[in-house]
């Protein structure tokens, strides 16, 4: 089994390479095609998951890499006990919308969960990783790495992440009809993960769908950061699934 602490250093690596790259394209009158699933991508997305790939096969050769772009290719590899899920640019619409609500993500899986997870957001200059067991970290600029948990709820009540395009969710109103709630951050891409972790936010309900290399990474700094990810009914959120498709989940900080 691969050892994820020993990997860190190197992911961090790649994660700021693809960013530097992204951030490169990101001030630039660049193009935007779509893809097939009419989601739009840039040259921004096929440049860092580039960057990621080389660094991954160098680093691990024998462990599969299942990417957003070579997907969307239809260059899926067979995945069994290990392998890497990548997206180069979660947020590409917020990339277009140049809000800096972007980020790079990359997770090792292990057994159908994620153990080891970087999000980098390149146009903030803040990185968030954890290893799963060993716990998480902040890292903002060329500042230290500050270790970050999620909080106990506040009596006053929760904060809750939640998507920019998906913010008025009729089962979100529902789900969240339950709970006293104190505060809302509206935001995109897997930065909604890392703000649970940090103890920023309490929860992160999506109802919406999602791929699994939306996920993983964010879904590994949460669960690093004592956090948990569940389904929307309750049930453990695993990885490797059919055509690698997310259910709806709920994204715990401390009240879980």
Not at 105 to 111: D, T, Y
Not at 168 to 173: K, P, T, Y
Request: glycine share 10%.
């Amino acid at each position: 089994m691969t050892d994820p602490t020993a990997l860190l250093a190197a992911i961090e690596k790649a994660a700021l390479q693809a960013g530097d790259v992204i951030l490169e394209i990101y001030g630039t009158d660049f193009d935007v095609d779509q893809k097939a699933d009419d989601s739009p991508v840039t040259e921004a997305d096929v440049n860092a998951e580039a960057v990621i790939l080389n660094a991954l096969q160098a680093l691990t050769p024998d462990i599969p890499i299942v990417a957003e772009e070579e997907a969307a290719a239809g260059k899926i590899p067979t995945v069994e006990d290990a392998f890497w899920l990548v997206d180069p640019l979660d947020g590409t619409r917020e990339f277009l919308n140049r809000n800096g609500e972007f980020t790079v993500n990359i997770a090792l899986v292990q057994k159908g969960q994620p153990v080891l997870g970087v999000v980098h957001a390149p146009a903030r200059d803040v990185t968030y990783s954890g290893i799963v067991g060993d716990g998480a970290t902040i890292r903002d600029g060329g500042g230290p790495a500050e270790t970050i948990t999620v909080r106990k709820p506040p009596k006053a009540g929760l904060t809750i992440a939640s998507s920019r395009r998906h913010g008025s969710d009729s089962e979100l109103e529902r789900f969240l009809g339950d709970y006293t709630i104190a505060d809302r951050i509206i935001c995109g891409s897997s930065l909604k993960f890392c703000l649970v972790a940090a103890g920023d936010a309490d929860l992160y309900p999506r109802f919406g769908p999602t791929m699994e290399w939306d996920t993983a990474a964010g879904h590994a700094v949460l669960a690093a950061a004592g956090g948990k990810l569940t389904t929307t009914d309750g049930d453990p959120f695993e990885y490797g699934k059919n055509g690698f498709r997310n259910p709806g989940f709920i994204a715990w900080g401390g009240l879980r």
